[in-house]
């Protein structure tokens, strides 16, 4: 038979029609299920709770969903008797591009991602799953194929659900497809920035996957008994800026916004395929997470990340810098030491090597290990070379503490009565002052002068604060008395000191975070690689620390400003590029986890 132009453009109008009219059917949710297809799971937008398979017949019979197959091992996940992708030779990609992509980097990224998830610890994860004859997903990804719509004009700037799965059909025998249909494959329809999914990408989810028994129309000639042969594809389109489908991907680790934010709902989708590839495979039965798939119980939970940023070096003129950490004063009323503790002794004893020896009290002490002891003059024979020194408690026990010395034979299991009045110096020795003041914790304190010198400190940070009282740790000699009726002053620096330069920027203002360094002729202002803590275009401030009542002063001199473009964040390296990418469940004892690998 002899077919002219008309016919065979007749013929091919027809087929097309066809492919379309049976995608449609097969495509639209869970009321098509009875027609071969398998409906869509969809990938949440940020903030937004999974469907997971709630609109599946294998979810809504409930017989099935009752199913939990016992002879694999499951871990906050069940299994549901039903195919997983768990050829030896790992599961195939074919990537089918739709829309402008133009010079689009996407087109080097999203390959060298998937290329790269390979034998890679993420994708390993899926190895924790297996069907029922104990077979496990392997860790091996193969890209083995790409083909690029020409143009938009296939279907134009919005496809429907029907639309993406002609596409992923139309490309078998294009680019480097194969024009076998491959049931170990997803097919991953990628679409450009501007193109729209009318069931709801951005609006309700980022991407979906599903899968399609369906008849093989692409043979030519058509055998007579059309194959049955299920086709798992996948749609993700670009988001662009669109804070829906970008998340934290905002900074782009690969200065690609919305192919770095392409490659997470990637991952999500192909592991899904992998593990429930016609929604009879692992899926939640929990109540809390009813249908969730693997991916979907660590929707955009992105585990420990690390972020990266680029360095720039920016220069400006400094003019004059001030402390805005002036000093505070206050006049000092009284002072006590609080750190000595008396105990009266009744008994001494030497342990069998002579080294530790143990001081038995009339009353339970409050002291504590490492308070210094001093022990009074007098004491037994077999330990007078005790008598009148200062040692380190080494241990308490109720009424006794003890103390280690070196072995000595005159200590050596021997045991004495006596009496006399022992004094400890607290291990964490301070100081409290009276006077009214307006420190606060932190502060540094300076006293001079007192009448007792014991209290004199010199920038020593203030512990505790109260409107009328202030403390200090310091180190303070045994037996030292009260500082009483006295007027002592007592000067205060901020606890945590800044200094503002004023400077006139010689390319751009210095920011927030930036490392700076200024070497002037006033060595109080002399900073370096300090961080920017406060910022305008004239000023910036950074932590110096500034001797309290230093003044403001002017000079001439350069800030060297080491400036970090803001981070983007990654958790990990794939191919050589950096991504960030969700976690997927681990079907792993004892309850399962969110992991990277």
């Given at each position: 038979?002899?077919?002219t132009?008309?016919s065979?453009?007749?013929?091919?109008?027809?087929?097309?029609?066809?492919?379309?009219?049976?995608?449609?059917?097969?495509?639209?949710?869970?009321?098509?299920?009875?027609?071969?297809?398998?409906?869509?799971?969809?990938?949440?937008?940020?903030?937004?709770?999974?469907?997971?398979?709630?609109?599946?017949?294998?979810?809504?019979?409930?017989?099935?969903a009752?199913?939990a197959?016992?002879?694999?091992?499951?871990?906050?996940?069940?299994?549901?008797?039903?195919?997983?992708?768990?050829?030896?030779?790992?599961?195939?990609?074919?990537?089918?591009?739709?829309?402008?992509?133009?010079?689009?980097?996407?087109?080097?990224?999203?390959?060298?991602?998937?290329?790269?998830?390979?034998?890679?610890?993420?994708?390993?994860?899926?190895?924790?799953?297996?069907?029922?004859?104990?077979?496990?997903?392997?860790?091996?990804?193969?890209?083995?194929?790409?083909?690029?719509?020409?143009?938009?004009?296939?279907?134009?700037?919005?496809?429907?659900?029907?639309?993406?799965?002609?596409?992923?059909?139309g490309?078998?025998?294009?680019?480097?497809i194969?024009?076998?249909?491959?049931?170990?494959?997803?097919?991953?329809?990628?679409?450009?920035?501007?193109?729209?999914?009318?069931?709801?990408?951005?609006?309700?989810?980022?991407?979906?996957?599903?899968?399609?028994?369906?008849?093989?129309?692409?043979?030519?000639?058509?055998p007579?008994?059309a194959?049955?042969?299920?086709?798992?594809?996948?749609?993700?389109?670009?988001?662009?800026?669109?804070?829906?489908?970008t998340?934290?991907?905002?900074?782009?680790?690969?200065?690609?916004?919305?192919?770095?934010a392409?490659?997470?709902?990637?991952?999500?989708?192909?592991?899904?395929?992998v593990?429930?590839?016609?929604?009879?495979?692992?899926?939640?039965?929990?109540?809390?997470?009813p249908g969730?798939?693997?991916?979907?119980?660590?929707?955009?939970?992105?585990?420990?990340?690390?972020?990266?940023?680029?360095?720039?070096?920016?220069?400006?003129?400094?003019?004059?810098?001030?402390?805005?950490?002036?000093?505070?004063?206050?006049?000092?009323?009284?002072?006590?030491?609080?750190?000595?503790?008396?105990?009266?002794?009744?008994?001494m004893?030497?342990?069998?090597?002579?080294?530790?020896?143990?001081?038995?009290?009339?009353?339970?002490?409050?002291?504590?290990?490492?308070?210094?002891?001093?022990?009074?003059?007098?004491?037994?024979?077999?330990?007078?070379?005790?008598?009148?020194?200062?040692?380190?408690?080494?241990?308490?026990?109720?009424?006794?503490?003890?103390?280690?010395?070196?072995?000595?034979?005159?200590?050596?299991?021997?045991?004495?009565?006596?009496?006399g009045?022992?004094?400890?110096?607290?291990?964490?020795?301070?100081?409290?002052?009276a006077?009214?003041?307006?420190?606060?914790?932190?502060?540094?304190?300076?006293?001079?002068?007192?009448?007792?010198?014991?209290?004199?400190?010199?920038?020593?940070?203030?512990?505790?604060?109260?409107?009328?009282?202030?403390?200090?740790?310091?180190?303070?000699?045994?037996?030292?008395?009260?500082l009483?009726?006295?007027?002592?002053?007592?000067?205060?620096?901020?606890?945590?000191?800044?200094?503002i330069?004023?400077?006139?920027?010689?390319?751009?203002?210095?920011?927030v975070?930036?490392?700076?360094?200024?070497?002037?002729?006033?060595?109080?202002?002399?900073?370096?690689?300090?961080?920017?803590?406060?910022?305008?275009?004239?000023?910036?401030?950074?932590?110096?620390?500034?001797?309290?009542?230093?003044?403001?002063?002017?000079f001439?001199?350069?800030?060297?400003?080491?400036?970090?473009?803001?981070?983007?964040l990654?958790?990990?390296?794939?191919g050589?590029?950096?991504?960030?990418?969700?976690?997927?469940?681990?079907?792993?004892?004892?309850?399962?986890?969110?992991?990277?690998?």
């Amino acid at each position: 038979m002899i077919l002219t132009r008309k016919s065979i453009i007749a013929l091919l109008a027809t087929s097309l029609l066809c492919m379309s009219l049976t995608a449609s059917r097969a495509d639209d949710g869970a009321s098509t299920e009875g027609d071969g297809g398998h409906g869509k799971i969809e990938f949440p937008l940020v903030g937004g709770a999974p469907k997971g398979l709630v609109n599946h017949s294998s979810f809504k019979n409930s017989q099935l969903a009752g199913v939990a197959n016992t002879s694999v091992g499951q871990y906050g996940i069940q299994y549901h008797n039903g195919p997983i992708m768990n050829a030896a030779g790992g599961v195939n990609v074919n990537i089918i591009w739709y829309g402008n992509w133009g010079t689009d980097t996407s087109k080097s990224i999203l390959p060298t991602f998937i290329a790269g998830l390979n034998n890679s610890p993420y994708f390993a994860i899926n190895t924790s799953y297996q069907d029922g004859a104990g077979v496990a997903a392997t860790a091996k990804v193969n890209l083995l194929g790409q083909y690029s719509y020409p143009t938009t004009t296939t279907f134009g700037t919005t496809l429907t659900d029907a639309k993406i799965l002609t596409l992923a059909k139309g490309s078998l025998g294009l680019g480097t497809i194969s024009s076998a249909l491959d049931p170990n494959a997803l097919y991953l329809v990628l679409t450009a920035p501007g193109i729209k999914e009318s069931s709801g990408f951005l609006n309700l989810y980022c991407g979906w996957h599903s899968s399609e028994t369906m008849d093989y129309l692409n043979t030519i000639p058509t055998p007579a008994v059309a194959p049955a042969t299920d086709m798992k594809y996948s749609f993700v389109g670009d988001a662009g800026g669109n804070s829906a489908c970008t998340g934290p991907t905002k900074t782009s680790p690969n200065s690609n916004v919305g192919a770095d934010a392409m490659t997470s709902v990637i991952a999500h989708e192909l592991e899904e395929t992998v593990t429930d590839p016609d929604g009879t495979g692992w899926w939640s039965t929990s109540a809390a997470t009813p249908g969730y798939e693997n991916g979907d119980l660590c929707a955009w939970n992105f585990g420990s990340t690390s972020s990266t940023g680029t360095t720039s070096t920016f220069t400006g003129a400094v003019s004059a810098a001030s402390n805005n950490g002036p000093s505070k004063t206050s006049s000092i009323t009284s002072a006590t030491y609080n750190g000595l503790l008396p105990a009266t002794l009744s008994k001494m004893a030497g342990d069998a090597t002579g080294t530790t020896i143990t001081f038995t009290t009339t009353a339970t002490s409050n002291y504590v290990t490492g308070d210094k002891v001093t022990l009074p003059a007098g004491l037994p024979t077999a330990f007078a070379t005790l008598s009148s020194t200062v040692q380190t408690i080494s241990a308490i026990s109720g009424k006794t503490f003890a103390i280690t010395t070196a072995a000595t034979p005159a200590f050596k299991s021997v045991t004495a009565n006596t009496s006399g009045t022992v004094l400890v110096q607290r291990a964490g020795t301070t100081i409290t002052y009276a006077g009214s003041n307006s420190f606060a914790v932190g502060d540094k304190l300076t006293v001079a002068g007192a009448a007792i010198t014991a209290y004199n400190v010199t920038n020593v940070a203030i512990t505790a604060r109260t409107s009328t009282t202030f403390t200090v740790a310091a180190i303070v000699p045994v037996n030292t008395a009260t500082l009483g009726a006295v007027t002592t002053p007592a000067i205060a620096g901020r606890a945590s000191s800044t200094a503002i330069f004023t400077y006139a920027p010689t390319t751009t203002a210095f920011a927030v975070g930036d490392k700076v360094s200024v070497a002037p002729s006033v060595t109080a202002y002399t900073v370096t690689d300090a961080t920017i803590t406060a910022a305008t275009g004239t000023t910036f401030t950074v932590a110096l620390v500034v001797a309290a009542g230093t003044p403001a002063a002017t000079f001439t001199a350069t800030a060297t400003d080491l400036h970090t473009s803001v981070a983007s964040l990654y958790n990990m390296t794939l191919g050589g590029l950096k991504f960030l990418v969700q976690q997927n469940w681990a079907n792993r004892a004892p309850n399962g986890t969110c992991a990277l690998s």
